[in-house]
Every structure is written in C-alpha cells, then in structure tokens.
C-alpha cells in the first residue's frame, strides 16, 4: 500500500513526500511515482521535482523529495547530467540554424541533431515499455541508456571545443579527423558520422574550385580564397593582374592531414580551369568537356561514400586531374602566348641586358639615382625611365609601355634611391601569369636591385674618369695619384664583374633555358626550368647567400661613396686625403674578401673571374699578409739584376741570395693559397 501527505511549507510551496512498505524496493517506488517528471527531465524540460540553477543553468533535483535515498539522489542526479547535456546539444543545434553559421556548422548541427534524434526515438520506446511495468527500477532506466551516458557527454565536449576554439570550415573537418582517430572503435560511430556529413561539405566544395573554379559558400571557410587587395601597395595592386594574383592559399583554413604541395595543386587546379574557360571564351576552343567536367566531380565527392576516408587516395585523384589540366594549359601556352619573346623582355629589363636603355637612362637620371628619396623620387625615376626610350625612338615599343619604376617607401628613407628602386612587370600577356607570378616576380625584382646597383656604380666610376680627363693637365698629379689608383682598382673590380654577370651568367643562363624549353608542353616543366633559370641567375651572382650579398652590397655602396666625395670638389687635388683612406681600407678588406669566396668555389666561369679581379695575386698575398707586388717593387729588382751584371765580382753571392729570397717567399705565398 502507499500512503501520500502533503506538507505546505512557509514559502506556500507544495512539496511531495512519500511512504512505501518494506515489500516493493525504494527505487521502483520513485521511478513509478516520478515517471513524468523523468521523461521530461530527459527530454530536457523542467518539471515539479527538476528545475535549473539559476547561477550554471544545470538541472538538479528539487530539494525536499522526502524518504528519497541517498542512492537514489545519486541515480536522479546521474540523469540530471545526462539531461544538462542533451540540453546544451539542443542548443548548440538550434544556434546552427541560421545562415551566417556557414556550411561546416550547419552540416554539424544537423549531424548532432540526427544522433540527439536517435536518442528521443528510444526515450519514447521506453516511455511506452515501462507502462507496462510501473514498478521498474531506476537502475534498470540507467542501464537502458547508458551509451548515451557515454556518447552525449564525449558530443559535447566536441561542441564545447568548436565554440571555445571558434573552428570553422576546412579546420573544422581536420579537427573532426583527428578526433576520429583518437575514439575507440566501439565509440567511432557516431563521430564518423560527423566527420563524413562534414567532409561532404568539403569535397562539394573541392570539386567546385577543382572542376569549375568557383568557390561556394562563405569567404573563410575554404583551402582557397580571394586576395585580400585592400591591404596591398598601390604601385603592386597595378603591376601584378590576372586571376592568378586573385585567388591565393588560405593560410587560416590549411589541413594538418594534407600536405603543403597538395594545397599548392588544390589552388592550380582552380586556376587552370579559370585560364582555360577564359581561352574558350576568347578563341571558341574547349579544352576541357562536359563529359570530363561531370567525371572529375564524381571521381571527387564519391570518396565521401568509402568506409574509411583515405587521403592518400584523394592526393592520387587530384594528382590525376591536375597532370590532365596541366597539360591542356602547356597546350594552351604553347599555342596562344609566346613565352620566349616574353621571356627575353623580362631578362633585357629586369636584368638590365638591354643596356643602350639603361646608359640613356642613367645619363638622365645620374645625379638623382646617388641621393636621398624623396616623395618626387618616383615620378622622377620613372620620368627618366620613360624620356630614355624617347631618346632612343623607342616610345611605342612594347617594353616602354610594359615595365614600370617605383620607389620604395619603406626603404628610401635609410638610403639612396638605388637602394630603394624596385621594377614592375604591368603588363603580363595573357595567359602567361600562371608562370609570371607575384612570387616569381619579386625574384626577378631582387635581382633588378642588385643588377641596378652594380650598373650605376659602373657608370659613376666611369663619370669620376671622364673628370680626371677633363683637369689632369690642370693639376699636380702627385696629389692626385692616390684618387687615380682608387678609381682604377674600383673599376677594375666592378667592371670585370659587370662582364662576367653579363656573358657567363645571363647570357649562357639564358640560352640553355630557351633550349630546354623547345619541345616542351607540360606547364609543370616549364614552371620547374624557368624556376631552375632564376635559380642558377641568383646562385652566379652571390644573391642567395646573405652574407655574400650583404658585403658586395657593401662593396658597390663604398664606391659610389668615393665617387661621391671626389664630385664634391671642382678639381682632384682639393680632395682630403683622409676622406676617402677610411673607404680605401674597408674596399681592400671587401674585395679581399670576395677574392676568397671566390677561391673556394669550383667553377670555369668564377674562375675566370677570380683571374682578372686577384691578377697577380694582388688580394691573395692581402689575405695571407704577404706584402703584394707591385710595380714600384719589379723595378727596384729589375735594377738589381742590372746592377749585378755591371759588378759581378762583389754582389753576385749577395743578390742571389736576395732573389732566391724573394721568389721563396712569393712561391710559399701562392703554395698557402
């Protein structure tokens, strides 16, 4: 029998209390009496007996329930927690319902929804069983449900990490693999549910960008995404155009599971579909059709259907798509574009081999390349630029119109303008940007500076020269002796330099590019020789060693601080001698420096060079503290020889003694080197 009372309390809450006999157990009692209120508990409602706190929101039992147990507050409790997660996942699913959640979200929420569903459809099984026998227990009710005890607390941690990490897009399917990996295999189920509802999402997306190059859905939730312009130098958003500067990697949304190289193909796929519709629009031609579109895409989106995602299987699905691709935009380049007449230009402007531009050049805008910038310096340069094709009838050629000078503003205020010109590339024939990148740009930039710089330096030393020509009748030419030997060693350096850039590195570079390059239709190879072109241009001109680069950097600014100085003064002889032995000592230093790099690289050309700069050693005997021989010293032993021939009889021991001293000590200073 039961017997109920209610007591009424001071605050005029109704609480219920209940006595059962010693024959029917504690726990069947308050499962048979409290039924309602625990399926609504479970379907995450309050109730009588449940409510929230109002401080965490959690559900607890309603304090009062007299003659309940200490083990069954315990059972109540378990399923308090159990409702606070089901609850907080409704909540997580409802939040995804909105457009601006994104695709990844979305497709989450729905996922957990369908699992929470799962879980309503047994509530309901149990509901309509334990009417048919009041008196179960609450343990039995816990043991009905206990995967969920497991599986929705393991959920939600999931959906506490999304939110507390704000994951999003791609990363979200990355993080959703990892987790898969870490459950046990009893467990896996419904969190490769998750896993495969998202990476549909992704692959849908893939085979948008791959086969079609369009991107679907937000702008931050995939591999790819459009440049960010607004951030860009004005001067760079003019010179580099064409979809192949809009799309780039998107950084943020990178998978762990997939490597670097495979986002690369990722991003050149989409490109190449958007070079090739953007041909067929132009000459009518399809290079790509319909038939392979619609196999690309199923070989793509299919993978969501396998068991077990394997990315080694995508990596060779993409890898077969993008050689396809690949060679119809070899076909493409090798029909519509002529990549060596474009090639060339690049090499006479970037590299400075169309010297007659760059000496008219120079002799507008010498005094300005060796000041301080300023906010005129690129409208001067580029004026300079501009006036040197005029000079030469060359205004309407297609370099004039193709290439443009700019300072840098970041650069010019800790140095000259030579230090700080930078050169662009405007006008990239279509559809040449897939080769002529940013990236490769900036390379054939950095190399412009170096090549600039060197020239100028060149055409300085040659301007001191012409100055010297004009006074040295004028002068004392013992004063001036000094100054002459200093420019003449300057030059002797810079000018045997300038010769071996131009005939061992640019021109040989170049013409074994242009013969790797006949035959050739695959983009990727073309790509791979012109990187193998620029590469061996940087090697052979020191440029990708910073310490290299830095002191033959140092090297050509001290010349043009010499040349600076002696254009100070009207005439040679006013020049301090002071001013210019600090520049003279660091020179000697640098070149002797050079000289020793020089030595240790095995190489024809370099050797050539390291002949005519160290001829006769001069730097080497520097290196190893020797004194170097000079003119003044083959004479002085010129006259000795003289001298013992006119003597014989009282010098002869003594001198040859001296010789013999003097050659082993030159034959053990070229032996150490």
């Known amino acids: 029998a039961l017997y109920f009372f209610i007591l009424k309390t001071s605050n005029s809450n109704w609480r219920m209390s209940l006595l059962s006999v ?10 048979a009496l409290l039924r309602g209120d625990i399926f609504a508990l479970l379907a995450g409602i309050e109730g009588e007996c449940f409510s929230r706190s109002e401080a965490r929101g959690k559900f607890r039992v309603v304090f009062g329930l007299e ?12 399923l308090c927690g159990l409702a606070d997660s089901f609850s907080a996942l409704e909540t997580f699913v409802d939040d995804q319902m909105s457009i601006s959640a994104g695709l990844y979200l979305t497709s989450l929420g729905d996922s957990v929804d369908a699992i929470l569903d799962e879980y309503r459809s047994d509530l309901l099984e149990l509901d309509q069983s334990i009417s048919n026998d009041e008196l179960k227990p609450l343990s039995i009710l816990i043991y009905d449900l206990n995967k969920y005890f497991v599986l929705l607390p393991m959920l939600l941690k999931i959906v506490e990490e999304v939110t507390a990490r704000k994951l999003q897009g791609s ?92 986002h690369v193909k990722i991003l050149e796929m989409g490109l190449y579909c958007l070079l090739l519709k953007s041909s067929s629009q132009r000459s009518g031609a399809s290079y790509v059709t319909v038939r392979d579109e ?76 060796t000041q301080h910038a300023n906010s005129r310096s690129t409208h001067e340069m580029q004026t300079s630029f501009e006036q040197a094709f005029a000079t030469l009838g060359l205004e309407h050629s297609r370099g004039a119109s193709a290439f443009q000078l700019h300072v840098d503003s970041e650069t010019s205020l800790y140095g000259n303008v030579v230090d700080s010109l930078n050169m662009s590339l405007i006008d990239i ?30 055409h300085s030393l ?59 239709s695959s983009l990727p190879r073309v790509m791979e020789l012109h990187n193998e072109y620029l590469s061996a241009i940087t090697s052979k001109t020191f440029q990708d060693t910073d310490k290299v680069k830095s002191e033959l950097d140092s090297l050509l600014s001290h010349c043009l601080g010499f040349c600076d100085i002696v254009n100070k003064y009207p005439s040679p002889e006013l020049v301090p001698v ?17 000289v020793a790099v020089l030595s240790t690289v095995k190489d024809r050309n370099l050797s050539h060079l390291l002949v005519y700069i160290d001829f006769n050693h001069h730097y080497s005997q520097k290196r190893f503290g020797l004194k170097p021989t000079t003119t003044t010293t083959l004479k002085q032993e010129h006259q000795a020889l003289i001298s013992n021939r006119s003597h014989p009889s009282t010098t002869t021991s003594t001198t040859s003694s001296t010789t013999a001293a003097a050659r082993r000590s030159r034959f053990h200073g070229e032996q150490r080197m």
């Open 67 to 78: 003659d309940v147990t200490d083990s069954d507050l315990v059972l109540l409790r378990k």
């Open 171 to 262: 990363l979200l399917v990355g993080y959703l693999y990892d987790e898969v990996l870490t459950k046990p295999m009893s467990t896996r189920g419904p969190f490769l549910k998750l896993f495969n509802d998202c990476l549909r999402v992704f692959l849908q997306q893939l085979s948008s960008w791959v086969v079609y190059g369009v991107l679907i859905g937000r702008d931050n939730e995939f591999v790819i995404r459009k440049c960010r312009k607004q951030g860009r130098n004005v001067a760079e958003s003019e010179s580099y155009r064409g979809i192949w500067d809009d799309y780039e990697i998107n950084g943020e949304q990178m998978l762990s599971m997939f490597s670097k190289r495979l």
């Open 578 to 594: 002071k001013a210019i032995d600090g520049i003279e000592k660091e020179f000697s230093r640098l070149v002797t420096f050079l």
């Open 429 to 458: 024939p279509w559809p040449l940007h897939v080769i002529f990148t940013s990236a490769v740009m900036k390379r054939y930039n950095s190399l412009f500076k170096f090549m600039m710089k060197l020239r100028v330096t060149q």
């Open 462 to 520: 040659d301007a001191v020269w012409r100055k010297q020509m004009k006074v040295h009748k004028s002068v004392r030419v013992k004063e001036c002796v000094k100054i002459w030997d200093m420019r003449n060693n300057m030059a002797h350096v810079v000018t045997h330099l300038q010769s071996y850039i131009q005939a061992d590195v640019l021109s040989a570079c170049f013409s074994d590019l242009k013969k790797k390059l006949k035959g050739v």
């Open 22 to 31: 010693s024959s029917v157990s504690s726990s069947s009692l308050v499962f």
């Open 294 to 369: 619609h196999e690309f895409e199923d070989s793509i989106t299919q993978l969501a259907n396998d068991s077990v995602f394997d990315v080694v299987k995508l990596e060779r699905t993409l890898g077969a798509i993008h050689q396809q691709l690949s060679a119809h935009v070899g076909t493409l380049l090798s029909s519509s574009a002529d990549l060596l007449s474009t090639l060339k230009i690049v090499k006479d402007f970037f590299l400075l081999g169309a010297g007659n531009v760059y000496v008219a050049f120079m002799d507008e805008a010498a005094m300005s390349l």
